[in-house]
Each structure stands twice: as C-alpha cells, then as structure tokens.
C-alpha cells in the first residue's frame, strides 16, 4: 500500500513539474512534454510538403469537397470539435492513409479505390481522428523523430538546406509507427465517432477486413505504419454488438460513394 501510494506521490509531482495532459480517448493522465499549440504549428509547416511528396491533391474539386465533409463530420462529435480539420485526398496509388498533429488528416487514391461505402470511409477518417485527438502523432513525432528537430526546421530560414530538412524529416513522419495499443484505442475511439456522426460501426469492421485482405496479397502501407492487432475483427465486433444496439438509420451510403469517388477516379 506504502509502495503505491508513493507511486502516485511521484507520478502527481513529474506531472506538475514536466507537463501532463489526459487523453480523453482513453481518459488517462499521459506525459506531454510540449503544448498543443505546437501541433498546430507542426501540422501547417508539414502538410504543404506531404501534398508535394504524395503526388499532391487529386484534381477533382466535387470529390475533394465530398472526402472533406466526411470527415468533417467525423470532426465535429470528436471530443476536440476546436481543431482546424482539414481532409485531403492525394494522387497516390499506395494504400494508406495517415494524420498530422492539429487537424490534417490524409487519404490516398489507392485507399479510396478500395473503399466501397462512405461508411467505410467513414471509419477511416475517424481512426485518424482519434490519432489526433489522443495526440498519437505527436507522441509518435516525439520519440521517433524528436520535437526539437520537427521545430528547428519550422523556425529556420527557408535556405535549400533547411527545404532539404522539411523535405527529410516529412518522409520520416510519412512513416511514423503507432504502437498495437494506438491501434486499439484509434479502431474503439473511430468506431465511437463514426457511429455519433451517424454512419453504421460494420464500415470499420468491412475496412478492416479489407485492409487485411489485400495485405495477405501483397503488404500495403498502412498496416505497416498501423500495425494490426490480431484480435483487430473480434473485439470490434464485440465493441458493436454490446454497444450499438440500434443501427437503424445510420448511413452506409454505397451508392453516394461510388457517385462521388469510385467513377470519378475511374474516368
């Protein structure tokens, strides 16, 4: 009892003096060594360089529009609705999807190919929110690329060198790694907001399917960045069943989604 009291002594006191948040995700105390101002700075300084390394915007004002009102409404029930939001569809062919701190969330062409319901794009966007919202890519930023290093090359003069540094150091956040327990939490906290922005929780789970599908055929990029848990199928599916009871009215939206993005790629 000694021994746990005073674990909770010291853990109060490197929270007061090193900087503490909760993850309102999971609602546990969890170090942040940095504000979440400097998400956001982080997050404008990057995503111009994400677009021109991903093959920038697919040319398509209508689909764009329709990806971003997607996730917008994903945005808006997540529990930081204040976040400037941005939703983006890149010209890419490799099957990914992924976020910056602040609001910035990204989906490629080859993910959007393979997607067959707005539901289903849907549970990809709010997995991503949820990254964002648990500060996973902030965290994941600060141990495997170091905040210092991601601020030095927003503050410095645009010399070639330091374009160079941007240019670096978004290939590394590009691929960042989240832990199995990040996964976890991204698929039950995207699984959440999807079903209070109105879309049917089974769209996470057909993704899901999906996803490992055609990592079985050939490895695609964002289970290699999003590793996936064994139990990834089971327990949203448990999630679904002892949660959401009533799934009338909630939207899977094949027919919309295949208006808006599938025969537009097509062309």
Not at 41 to 63: S, T
Not at 93 to 115: C, H, Q, R, S, Y
Not at 117 to 143: F, G, K, P, W, Y
């Amino acid at each position: 009892m000694r021994n746990k009291l005073a674990l909770l002594i010291l853990g109060f006191f490197f929270c007061l003096f090193t900087g503490c948040a909760v993850n309102p995700i999971t609602g546990e105390e969890e170090l942040m060594l940095f504000p979440e101002e400097q998400d956001i700075a982080i997050g404008r300084q990057y995503a111009p360089e994400i677009e021109k390394q991903m093959g920038g915007r697919i040319p398509d004002p209508a689909l764009q529009n329709y990806v971003d009102s997607v996730g917008q409404n994903v945005a808006r029930v997540s529990h930081k609705p204040y976040l400037e939001y941005s939703f983006v569809a890149l010209n890419h062919k490799t099957v990914n999807a992924f976020a910056l701190p602040g609001g910035a969330v990204f989906v490629t062409k080859g993910m959007l190919e393979k997607l067959d319901s707005e539901a289903q794009l849907a549970a990809i966007l709010s997995h991503e929110v949820t990254h964002i919202v648990a500060r996973d890519v902030s965290n994941a930023m600060s141990n495997q690329i170091g905040i210092s290093l991601l601020l030095s090359a927003v503050t410095s003069e645009k010399t070639p060198q330091s374009v160079l540094t941007i240019a670096d150091l978004t290939q590394q956040i590009i691929g960042l790694r989240f832990s199995r327990k990040d996964e976890m939490e991204a698929d039950l906290g995207g699984l959440s907001y999807m079903v209070k922005a109105g879309y049917n929780p089974y769209g996470m789970v057909e993704t899901m399917q999906m996803l490992q599908n055609q990592n079985q055929i050939r490895p695609i990029e964002f289970l290699s960045s999003h590793p996936s848990p064994e139990n990834r199928i089971a327990y949203l599916m448990e999630a679904i069943q002892t949660k959401y009871y009533n799934l009338a009215g909630l939207k899977i939206a094949k027919e919309d989604y295949h208006k808006a993005v599938l025969s537009q790629l097509n062309k």
